[in-house]
């Protein structure tokens, strides 16, 4: 399971994929962080699931990470993401579920170890496979003085890739900086279908790492404005949205960074701007209460929303929010504005976390 310190270490480039893996199991009865947790101890990172057959050629693999995004193709397989290290076998396993065709290609949406961990496992037993992915992804995963030159790629494209013809045909898109600087969408035009990877994930807002929430917000309404004629949008973890969903995504992340701007010029506390967003029912899915399925290690969309405010007032303040804001450390009082309510960050209770196991 990833505590929010080792996904803030991870982020920084301070942990290999392969150590996250190694030390990404907390002690039982530990909070994120290290706190004692007052009940039981928080649920671990479900493995994968049974491959899920989502439209034409293309499967989704739920679990161990995020989700892996399976299309069949005339010669062999696409995989869209590799989840963590150790789920190479089982991704592998999956797929011959539903074909025996080998392994081609394999396409990164960005750099996080959830989402790159296996592809060396898949590397080595096929040896040949074309891994592809963003300039940035390559240079985030270069730069690690720990990373893995197995998880490195083949090719790399800078802001769209064409891969493929006819019914094989697949569109690559980097449209700016946001959740990583090298955010890839994957489109496969036959299935009318966009695999948004973690820019759209669990149907909350997304977490903000490196961009911050105005370049999340430009990114996502570019990505809406360019591409076109899709119906099923994959989310990075969880869920099978629909074009509808991501649009709703996209006004929300426009409607939170106005709402916070102008809490923030009011002198109001953070928490304001997202008791604004809570009067528009449109919003309402984007800010549920409740711990997601699969998602016991993290917390809910409303908390999310939250911690993007909070990276939201200080980017306008000037100030270097850090990963521990991002993960839902409070947002600190400063002369530049007022800070955020710790309750609106805190860790999910333990009747929070048994609820969701339980679902």
Do not use: C
């Not at 480039?13 to 893996?21: C, F, H, I, Y």
């Not at 980097?174 to 890839?184: A, C, P, R, V, Y």
């Not at 649009?247 to 709402?259: C, K, Y």
């Not at 405010?309 to 947002?331: D, R, T, W």
């Amino acid at each position: 399971m990833k505590s929010k310190v080792l996904v803030a270490l991870f982020l920084a480039g301070g942990l290999s994929a392969t150590a996250v893996a190694q030390q990404a199991q907390p002690a039982a009865g530990t909070a994120p962080g290290g706190r004692p947790a007052a009940g039981p101890p928080r649920a671990t990172l479900p493995p994968p699931e049974p491959i899920e057959h989502i439209t034409g050629n293309v499967y989704k693999i739920f679990g161990g990470g995020g989700n892996t995004l399976v299309v069949v193709q005339d010669k062999g397989v696409v995989l869209v993401d590799t989840k963590m290290p150790g789920n190479g076998q089982a991704i592998l396993d999956e797929v011959r579920k539903v074909t025996d065709k080998p392994i081609t290609t394999i396409i990164s949406t960005h750099s996080h170890p959830d989402h790159t961990g296996s592809t060396d496992f898949i590397r080595e037993r096929y040896p040949d496979v074309r891994i592809i992915m963003s300039e940035g992804t390559k240079a985030e995963l270069a730069a690690n003085p720990r990373g893995n030159p197995a998880l490195l790629p083949t090719e790399t494209y800078k802001d769209r890739l064409t891969i493929g013809e006819g019914a094989n045909r697949i569109e690559l898109y980097h449209t700016g900086t946001g959740h990583t600087g090298g955010d890839t969408f994957v489109v496969v035009p036959s299935a009318k279908l966009l695999f948004m990877g973690d820019v759209m994930a669990w149907n909350m807002a997304p977490f903000l790492p490196a961009g911050g929430a105005a370049a999340i917000t430009e990114e996502t309404e570019k990505l809406v404005a360019t591409v076109k004629d899709i119906d099923i949008v994959v989310e990075g973890h969880g869920h099978v949205n629909d074009w509808a969903g991501l649009e709703r995504l996209s006004r929300f992340n426009r409607a939170l960074l106005t709402e916070a701007r102008a809490a923030y010029d009011r002198g109001d506390a953070p928490g304001v701007a997202v008791a604004q967003l809570q009067k528009n029912p449109d919003f309402a899915p984007l800010l549920d209460t409740h711990i997601k399925k699969g998602l016991e290690y993290g917390n809910t969309p409303l908390a999310r929303a939250h911690m993007n405010v909070n990276i939201a007032y200080s980017e306008f303040a000037g100030e270097q929010a850090g990963f521990g804001i991002a993960n839902g450390a409070p947002l600190p009082a400063t002369d530049k504005h007022k800070g955020s309510d710790p309750k609106d960050t805190a860790p999910p209770t333990p009747e929070m976390l048994a609820a969701a196991v339980a679902k």
